[in-house]
């Protein structure tokens, strides 16, 4: 048993999920239940969690979990094997493939759920010692835009403000940032520094989020053209004569290139407004409030990062804070919210392919001294392949060997049904995972190497703010799961660099990363943690959250940076940076007359690995769907709640339809999580264009060109059942954890019979079954029971009046049944004392559509602030508010 699950009190660590970095108190029970809650100490949340951190300990299921090493066999089976066959094997194809094909025919995919420690080692193998620089992350598709538009400006990657910069903001502009659903603590702080000190919020984005619901201004700009509006605010400002001239004279360089290139864009505001399809009413209000708040911070996220000019988008927002001096003092500044819990971190040790270590590029002398440093005589000297093109790489059959860590890209990458072909021609496949199966793994992997899960894990995170926390291990290691950090170093040894890679512990790897920051730094760099490189084991283990840089010396404080300039670059001014022309990458055709948007959904996390394990987070969007306007799908032809399939020049899915005029016209919105795993034909990244950002070689995964087209099913309909089953072939299905079991949602062409030929093939011997059929209404509704035990169920009927599953999933978590349960059961309506409760809207307390209807039908509330008090809906991590505030709204409307 781990140490720390002995332990009478918390573990204090934090949460995997999104860059906000929370705080978590993990405590583990006698009898192994774990109770997770924030941390009113930590910082990034001051005890405060979403719906997602809050529903942590229902995901700790080892079920899913890949317990043992496993080897693909002569046969074409995977087995299991011990981990030295397992770790011989990798080592032993690694260095054959170096020693034919050359170092750069060999690759690593890493991730921003690593840790530093593990990300450090894994850096340093591959760009130190077998010599490529072919190690990227999928933090590539995340923030690689905001990392080049800050080394472009402030000659370092270095996010310039903090949290408390939200609480003391005049004015809150959010870009492309739903932050109420993917940053819903922060989102919430915000909120807070709203009703405290009147707070303006300015949502700048093509679809009305969850996020525009509470602003003083939404701007539903034309897709992509963020950095118009910000060149328009620019000029505006300098026209207005509020610019700093001091800042800008002290601490800046080529301001007047970027003001002539600007105000060639846009000139004024009318043709700001022409540019970015705006009204110019709401153009003039939003320059006005910027010109008029003195502290302003600009959070921006996946909308303007996921771009192929997303660079030049940042470096826009950038050139409007510098220009005003509104950078490194409290309530102002740029700043980047980063999707994954530490894709600072990966930034930090070099995760990047166009990043060595440490925050130092590959100039010749930063090459040298990281040689020095790690002694390492084969350090790449060159930038490797980035994600994207690295793929690319594979499937020209360039790259030979692939070890991913800790990430599905077979769904998240662009073109991801291509890319998952592409690994099929890997002669070296090997994957370090927590979970057995999932896209990537499906994907004719030769080794599966069990790694040690969250909860598991003992390292280092950074988050969005520059602030390390430490992630700390309450469980012990699943089966003969380990940690990623303890397996690079094994293969590290068998290659024969074992001297390099001799670390007991996380801690070792931590001194040596801190180092590493400060050696031959003075100042130099961004990036200097030196005052932590002679931590002892101990002061590691209790390592407080501190925030970056902390060199030799210096005390541990919250800072900001550039309030008096100190930039990075040569001169030790910032860069204006020059925007090309806003353009779309890829104009609407005939062909392909609208343009795909993709991003998150609130409860769900990257591709449900983790997520998909909750039956409380699975239960606010349970089905893959795609957004439309309601001139579009009048268009089109389709119907809310209907099917449609969305095809690209790359790929199609078929998603549920939601018509809403928060989407707008031209363009739909799908969900990101996805994968053959939890639905049938519902890979929204088997759509999405591979154009990058030139400089960023971050994904355009905003504006891909696409068509819709009208599906039907004459019949739909859910399984539910204790133990996963697979559909035949045909049938569209979204798989989602249910209490008790499995849930599908499906829909299908076939007659209601094939399901019950269906439901018995799948139910085991002593099975008994209760059917209900009425083939004039062609309805079918089997339940199938064991000793007594409700063992599964699936009803299925015509589209039109589709079987309700709210009664039979409440009956179904209770598995013993009554005789007049039964009955109920098969009614599928509610039976006395039984509520229908209709979708979920608050993950937190699990509370229901009808629950709500309820209480403002009965007027027991009258406003949020009631439904909060009568249900505690909303009253938690808050992201459900914008959501509430709409149900009253159209409630009010019918009653
Ligand atoms: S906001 Fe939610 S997902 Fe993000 S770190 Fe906090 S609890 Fe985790």
Redesign the pocket.
């Known amino acids: 048993m781990n140490a720390l699950t002995a332990q009478a009190g918390a573990v204090r660590t934090t949460?995997p999920?999104?860059g906000?970095?929370?705080g978590l108190l993990a405590v583990v029970d006698a009898g192994q239940g774990v109770t997770i809650a924030g941390d009113p100490a930590h910082p990034a949340?001051f005890g405060r969690?979403?719906s997602?951190?809050a529903a942590l300990a229902e995901t700790l299921s080892l079920e899913p979990r890949l317990l043992h090493p496993m080897m693909r066999q002569a046969d074409g089976a995977l087995a299991r094997v011990e981990w030295n066959s397992a770790l011989d094997a990798v080592a032993g194809g690694l260095r054959a493939i170096a020693e034919r094909d050359g170092p750069d025919a060999i690759a690593f995919y890493l991730s921003g759920q690593l840790l530093t420690e593990d990300y450090y080692v894994a850096n340093k193998l591959m760009k130190g010692f077998i010599g490529s620089s072919n190690v990227d992350t999928n933090s590539r598709l995340c923030m690689a835009s905001s990392v080049a538009g800050h080394r472009r400006a402030f000659g370092a990657d270095t996010v310039p403000g903090v949290y408390a910069d939200l609480d003391e903001a005049d004015l809150i502009v959010l870009v492309g940032s739903n932050a109420a659903w993917c940053?819903?603590?922060l989102y919430q702080r915000m909120m807070a520094a709203r009703h405290r000190r009147n707070t303006r919020i300015v949502v700048i984005d093509p679809r009305r989020t969850a996020t525009a619901e509470d602003a003083d201004l939404f701007l539903p700009l034309a897709p992509g053209m963020d950095a118009a509006l910000f060149c328009g605010l620019l000029v505006h400002l300098n026209d207005m004569q509020t610019l700093d001239q001091n800042y800008i004279a002290a601490h800046t360089m080529g301001f007047a290139e970027a003001l002539a290139r600007a105000r060639e864009i846009a000139p004024n505001i009318a043709a700001t407004a022409r540019a970015t399809a705006l009204p110019e009413m709401d153009v003039a209000w939003f320059f006005s409030l910027f010109r008029q708040a003195d502290r302003v911070v600009t959070c921006y996220s996946q909308g303007v990062n996921q771009s192929a000019q997303g660079t030049d988008k940042v470096n826009a927002i950038i050139n409007v804070h510098l220009a005003t001096g509104r950078i490194g003092r409290a309530g102002m500044g740029p700043f980047s919210l980063t999707g994954q819990?530490n894709a600072m971190g990966g930034r930090e040790v070099g995760g990047l392919a166009n990043q060595l270590a440490a925050h130092m590029g590959f100039s010749p002398a930063e090459v040298d001294r990281v040689r020095r440093f790690w002694d390492a005589p084969r350090l790449a000297a060159r930038e490797g392949l980035k994600a994207v093109d690295m793929f690319e790489a594979i499937e020209r059959g360039a790259i030979k060997a692939l070890w991913v860590m800790a990430t599905n890209p077979a769904v998240s990458l662009p073109r991801a049904g291509a890319m998952r072909a592409a690994l099929t021609k890997l002669e070296l496949f090997v994957v370090s995972e927590n979970v057995r199966s999932n896209d990537t793994t499906e994907a004719g992997v030769h080794v599966l190497l069990p790694a040690a899960a969250w909860g598991e894990k003992d390292g280092t995170v950074t988050n969005s703010e520059r602030r390390i926390s430490r992630q700390r291990a309450f469980l012990p290691p699943a089966g003969e799961a380990r940690p990623d950090w303890w397996i690079v170093c094994e293969i590290a040894r068998r290659l024969g660099f074992g001297r390099a890679f001799d670390y007991r512990t996380p801690a070792d790897i931590f001194r040596e990363h801190a180092a590493l920051s400060a050696f031959e730094n003075e100042g130099r760099r961004d990036f200097d943690i030196g005052e932590l490189a002679s931590l002892t084991d101990s002061d590691y283990a209790a390592l407080e959250a501190m925030m970056w840089p902390c060199r030799a010396g210096e005390a541990r404080a919250e800072r900001r940076l550039f309030a008096a300039g100190g930039f990075f670059t040569d001169s030790r001014r910032a860069c204006f940076v020059v925007p090309d022309l806003p353009l779309l990458h890829a104009a609407s055709s005939e062909t392909f007359p609208l343009r795909l948007n993709t991003g998150r959904v609130r409860d769900q996390w990257h591709t449900m690995t983790r997520t998909g394990m909750s039956q409380r987070l699975c239960a606010h969007s349970p089905e893959p769907f795609v957004e439309i306007h309601p001139n579009d799908a009048a268009a089109a032809d389709l119907d809310d709640g209907g099917f449609a399939r969305i095809t690209t020049r790359y790929g199609s899915a078929i998603l549920k339809v939601s018509i809403t005029a928060g989407q707008q016209s031209g363009s739909i919105f799908a969900p990101i999580h996805w994968s053959d795993a939890t639905a049938a034909h519902a890979r929204v990244g088997d759509m999405v264009s591979g154009a990058t950002d030139p400089l960023s070689g971050q994904p355009e995964a905003k504006a891909t060109p696409a068509r819709i087209e009208r599906v039907d099913y004459a019949y739909r309909g859910f399984a539910l059942t204790r133990r996963p089953i697979t559909l035949p072939a045909g049938v569209w299905f979204a798989r989602l954890a249910v209490a008790g079991g499995n849930g599908l949602l499906l829909a299908t062409n076939d007659p209601p019979a094939t399901c019950h030929d269906f439901a018995v093939r799948l139910m085991r011997d002593g099975t008994d079954f209760a059917e209900y059929v009425d083939q004039s209404r062609d309805l079918i509704r089997i339940a199938a029971f064991h000793s007594g035990r409700l063992e599964g169920v699936i009803f299925v009927g015509p589209a039109a009046a589709p079987p309700r599953w709210d009664v039979v999933r409440t009956l179904f978590a209770s598995a013993a049944l009554g005789e007049s349960e039964r009955r109920v059961l098969l009614s599928g309506r509610s039976g006395e004392g039984m509520a229908e409760t209709g979708p979920l809207i608050c993950a937190c307390f699990e509370v229901g559509l009808a629950a709500i209807r309820d209480a403002i039908v009965t007027g027991a509330a009258t406003d949020v602030a009631e439904i909060g008090r009568a249900l505690r809906a909303g009253t938690n991590c808050g992201s459900c508010v914008p959501e509430l505030r709409k149900i009253l709204e159209r409630v009010r409307q019918v009653v």
């Open positions: 949460c999920y999104c906000v970095g929370c949340n969690l979403c997602k951190g940053h819903p603590v819990p």
